[in-house]
């Protein structure tokens, strides 16, 4: 895997990972590490490797809130993690947190999706 360099007039692109326990977002932010279901492997590979940076924003499912946010380290490789046991996942890919904290989705309620009816993220 290689670090991300920086890709002169490429997109940014950002995507909201879900996940369905507090647990997998705490040891992703102390290992530094992230695994997601294989049918969101293509689109974040191709994400890493089309754009100049990648943003993930994490949520665990019905939480009402963003836990944080991170940096897209590497694109995901064949290697899974036992961290997470067999809940499905593929390969583990390197994250690089930037602020991890419980934000309410409240706050976030002016931003839209364009690319989802211009519904709210969250």
Known sequence: CKSPSPRQNMPVRYFIMKSSNLQNIDISQQKGIWSTTPSNERKLNVAFWESSM????????????????????????????????????????????????????????????PWNDSKKVQ
Do not use: T
Request: charged share 15%; glycine share 16%.
């Open 54 to 113: 990648v943003y993930l924003i994490f949520s665990v499912q019905g939480s009402g809130c963003f836990q944080g946010f991170a940096r897209m380290g590497s694109a995901i490789g064949c290697e899974k993690s036992q961290d997470w046991g067999s809940a499905g996942f593929g390969g583990v890919f390197k994250v690089d947190w930037i602020r991890k904290e419980s934000i309410p989705f409240q706050f976030a309620h002016h931003l839209l999706n």
